[in-house]
């Protein structure tokens, strides 16, 4: 079918399987685990609640697997993974 000019239909998503989520947090949990370590933070493009979902599952995952408080972050287009605050630890001073 022919689109007028300029535009093009919208891609469908199909949501992941069960089984591919299962891989995925697993797979995911390597990747943000080893920046979490590097870098101290994490930032992926999660533009569906579907994958803001996916990676909060990470970062809990993740904070399991290193004994760590970890957040995690979103606001419609990324979602930011981080180490939290431990417990007991003063925030740090506003400048």
């Known amino acids: 079918m022919a689109h007028p ?3 093009q239909p919208a891609p469908r998503r199909t949501p992941l399987t ?10 995911f949990s390597a990747l943000v685990t080893e920046h979490l ?7 992926v493009s999660a533009d569906t609640p579907e994958m803001v979902e ?5 970062a809990r ?4 697997q290193l004994r760590r408080p970890v ?3 979103a606001n419609g287009r990324y979602i930011v993974i ?4 431990e417990p007991g630890q003063a925030l ?4």
Request: hydrophobic share 30%; proline share 2%; charged share 25%.
């Open 61 to 64: 995952r993740v904070g399991e």
């Open 71 to 73: 957040v995690s972050y």
């Open 18 to 27: 069960s089984d591919e989520r299962a891989r995925s947090e697993v797979a």
């Open 92 to 95: 740090p001073a506003q400048r």
């Open 5 to 7: 000019l300029g535009t």
């Open 54 to 58: 996916l990676f909060q599952a990470v």
């Open 37 to 43: 370590t590097t870098s101290g933070r994490f930032r």
């Open 82 to 85: 981080t180490f939290g605050q």
